[in-house]
C-alpha cells in the first residue's frame, strides 16, 4: 500500500498530493497518509472537489501526528 507523508510537503502543496494520489487509484483501492496537523481541512477540500469518492479512515489522530487510509470508492 502506497505512504504519502504530507508532513514534508509545504502546506499549499498538499491538497495537490493528495488528489493526485487519490486519483490514482481504482474504485476498492486505498493509500495511506500521514501528517502533523489534523487533516480535517484536507478532508473537506477533497470532498468538495471529489464529492463522495473516497472513504476516509483514522488510524491514528493526533497529537503529533495523523496517519488517515484513503480507499476509492
Do not use: I, Q
Not at 486519483?23 to 471529489?50: H, K, M, N, Q, V
Amino acid at each position: 500500500m502506497h505512504h504519502l507523508d504530507l508532513s514534508d510537503l509545504p502546506l499549499a502543496r498538499r491538497p495537490l498530493a493528495l488528489a493526485a494520489s487519490l486519483d490514482a487509484l481504482r474504485p476498492g483501492e486505498a493509500f495511506e497518509f500521514s501528517t502533523t496537523s489534523d487533516p480535517a481541512p484536507l478532508y473537506y477540500r477533497c470532498d468538495r472537489a471529489r464529492p463522495g469518492l473516497a472513504s476516509w479512515h483514522y488510524l491514528h489522530c493526533g497529537p503529533d501526528r495523523w496517519v488517515v487510509r484513503v480507499t476509492r470508492r
